[in-house]
């Protein structure tokens, strides 16, 4: 059976012709664009890889400048601990100091002081981590408005101690103070009992008069206390001790007055200690501060607890405990401001 077919319109060849050239030509012109466009792609994705690339480079080079092999290459830098408020013992801050005192890349170590003292046991825990960076490189001091008492025992590490003319320090000295109450119990008809296993367990106590017994042994420990802080002194200032006993009697001095009883240097602050490090040390004046701080000491919660800590524990308060600060009644009045 022959094959059937419709009649219609002939479509020319030439019109043919036409439509398939125009449709090839679309055709190129759609992959041109879509080339392009893969191009363009390419070249973005590969800036933003060597974008991501050179920040990498640039963390790995901020880092390696960080450490102390870079820095000794770069010519080093000065450490500076900053100490203000009350001085307790801080293991995090004895670790940093150990390590400045190991990195050869630190050239020496400023101590800025601020404090009106603190506890026998800090002082004593700061002092002895400040004598071993001073066993191996310079140390400095330079003291604020207030370095006494423990204040004024953390500087005598260093080779040269700086102080302002109306710096307070000094107030070489210990001290213990208890509070007893047992008479205004006795008029509101409280009695309180202590079981103890000595008599001099419960000494001192609010409850209780200080007998005698409980007095001598108290004041022997302020006393040796006290004989451990001038020997201090008298190691650090190349002093006597007789020398040094004549003036430590928890009396504070001036800058210059200090000057005078051989407890400071010079006048001065930062600029002052740097010159002395460059003429004195060979440490060039240039060389930029890296400040010494412990792992926590920039994120927020720990430093929030730390300074409401040091807020609550008022300088013109006794702690518990043997403590080596200067706390006049009138500090306002010694700092400037009025009562």
Do not use: C, N
Not at 116 to 140: C, D, F, I, N, Q
Not at 141 to 156: D, N, P, R
């Amino acid at each position: 059976m022959p094959p059937v077919s419709f009649p219609g319109p002939r479509i020319p060849l030439a019109a043919r012709d036409a439509a398939a050239r125009l449709w090839h030509t679309s055709r190129m012109a759609l992959e041109s664009d879509l080339l392009i466009d893969r191009r363009r792609l390419k070249r973005g994705i590969a800036l933003w890889r060597g974008i991501a690339l050179a920040a990498v480079l640039g963390a790995i080079v901020l880092a390696g400048l960080e450490s102390g092999p870079a820095r000794s290459l770069l010519g080093g830098s000065v450490a500076r601990l900053s100490v203000s408020g009350v001085i307790t013992e801080d293991r995090d801050r004895d670790r940093a100091l150990a390590s400045v005192a190991e990195d050869a890349s630190v050239r020496a170590l400023v101590v800025a002081i601020d404090s009106p003292g603190g506890t026998v046991a800090g002082g004593e825990a700061l002092h002895r981590a400040l004598a071993s960076v001073a066993a191996r490189k310079p140390v400095v001091a330079v003291m604020g408005g207030t370095a006494a008492s423990a204040g004024y025992m953390i500087a005598l590490p260093a080779e040269r101690i700086f102080a302002r003319e109306a710096t307070v320090t000094g107030s070489i000295g210990v001290l213990m103070q208890t509070t007893e109450f047992s008479e205004l119990l006795d008029s509101l008809g409280i009695r309180a009992e202590a079981l103890r296993s000595g008599p001099l367990k419960d000494q001192p106590s609010p409850f209780r008069p200080l007998t005698d017994e409980g007095r001598a042994a108290l004041q022997a420990v302020v006393d040796d206390l006290y004989a451990q802080f001038v020997s201090m002194v008298a190691s650090g200032r190349r002093m006597d001790e007789a020398r040094v006993r004549a003036i430590a009697d928890g009396r504070v001095f001036t800058g210059r007055q200090a000057i005078a009883a051989g407890l400071v240097d010079a006048i001065g602050g930062e600029a002052e200690a740097r010159s002395w490090l460059a003429a004195e040390k060979g440490v060039p004046a240039s060389l930029p501060f890296r400040d010494v701080a412990d792992d926590d000491r920039d994120r927020l919660i720990p430093r929030l607890l730390r300074e409401a800590r040091k807020a609550l524990v008022s300088e013109r308060l006794s702690l518990d405990g043997l403590m080596a600060v200067w706390h006049p009644s009138t500090l306002g009045w010694v700092r400037g401001g009025g009562e």
